[in-house]
């Protein structure tokens, strides 16, 4: 009598399972909507983000943390020219504004943090420009920004970005 309960039994945890997969995809895609709007960047670059974020083993609270830091720590430099968020900018060789004076988007100015990471040797100064710019979280930030252009670029090579429309629309199904 057993033998013959265990298709079933297998075929509902399979189901249960395939249906707790994308609950946790419209989860993700939610999440993913409500964080760009935060942020005020494009659910593909997020997801992408997130997805170097994963493969540098910080979790997606730290990423945003530290995404607002920058966010932060742009808005301070533009402010205050001769603070400390402007040296740190400055001595990256990053500008924060626009010819126009505006705040250039955040995920331009993290890309161009990225690449002067990429290209600085790690140590002390690394460690202490990204609390600088990250907050507390810098330090946790340091092996996403060595790789982040390669990680992004290899998240959109295999399929791992999350569109904006399905992000919105996981966000209206929850």
């Known amino acids: 009598?057993?033998?013959?309960?265990?298709?079933?039994?297998?075929?509902?945890?399979?189901?249960?399972?395939?249906?707790?997969?994308?609950?946790?995809?419209?989860?993700?895609?939610?999440?993913?909507?409500?964080?760009?709007?935060?942020?005020?960047?494009?659910?593909?670059?997020?997801?992408?983000?997130?997805?170097?974020?994963?493969?540098?083993?910080?979790?997606?609270?730290?990423?945003?943390?530290?995404?607002?830091?920058?966010?932060?720590?742009?808005?301070?430099?533009?402010?205050?020219?001769?603070?400390?968020?402007?040296?740190?900018?400055?001595a990256l060789g990053v500008s924060v504004q626009d010819a126009a004076g505006n705040l250039r988007p955040l995920n331009v100015v993290l890309e161009e943090v990225s690449q002067r990471f990429e290209q600085t040797r790690d140590g002390t100064n690394k460690t202490a420009m990204a609390m600088q710019l990250f907050g507390r979280s810098g330090t946790e930030l340091v092996p996403l920004l060595n790789n982040l252009r390669g990680l992004s670029e290899e998240a959109r090579r295999t399929g791992n970005i999350v569109s904006t429309e399905f992000a919105q629309k996981s966000e209206q199904f929850n």
């Open 1 to 90: 009598a057993m033998g013959g309960l265990m298709a079933p039994i297998a075929a509902l945890a399979s189901v249960t399972g395939f249906g707790a997969l994308i609950k946790g995809q419209i989860d993700l895609g939610d999440q993913l909507s409500k964080t760009s709007q935060k942020l005020g960047i494009a659910v593909e670059d997020l997801s992408a983000y997130q997805y170097a974020a994963k493969l540098s083993d910080m979790s997606n609270e730290q990423l945003t943390s530290g995404l607002s830091r920058l966010a932060k720590a742009m808005q301070e430099a533009a402010t205050s020219p001769t603070g400390q968020a402007a040296a740190s900018f400055r």
